[in-house]
Nanobody, 118 residues
Framework: VQLQASGGGLVQAGGSLRLSCAASGRAISNVHMGWFRQAPGKEREFVSR????????LYADSVKGRFTISRDNARNTVYLQMNSLKPEDTAVYYCAARAPTGSIWSFWGQGTLVTVSS
């Protein structure tokens, strides 16, 4: 599966952005989807995950209550709604996919840059 992330940009602190991850090559209806991010000089970190059914979500403590992950399997797309953005949210955001029974994120998108100014 090929993943294409989009929706990044420059936003002021307190603002909002919605990231999209469009999948092609196969349906994503039976895989977990996730978002990760990598800030300059830091390691990539987990942000959020949504189960293949959409019934289960998981968030990093740093974004809980501010970010919302969702999916539209009919559109083969996953979203990350980011509200109340902070300068520390500045990073390249990546979407990824993995099998529900595994732990390895096998497929990755190319990343989209989010910059939050103070």
């Amino acid at each position: 599966v090929q993943l294409q992330a989009s929706g990044g940009g420059l936003v002021q602190a307190g603002g909002s952005l919605r990231l999209s991850c469009a999948a092609s090559g196969r349906a994503i209806s039976n895989v977990h989807m996730g978002w990760f991010r990598q800030a300059p000089g830091k390691e990539r970190e987990f942000v959020s995950r949504i189960s293949w059914t959409g019934g289960s979500t998981l968030y990093a403590d740093s974004v809980k209550g501010r970010f919302t992950i969702s999916r539209d399997n009919a559109r083969n797309t996953v979203y990350l709604q980011m509200n109340s953005l902070k300068p520390e949210d500045t990073a390249v955001y990546y979407c990824a996919a993995r099998a529900p029974t595994g732990s390895i994120w096998s497929f990755w998108g190319q990343g989209t840059l989010v910059t939050v100014s103070s």
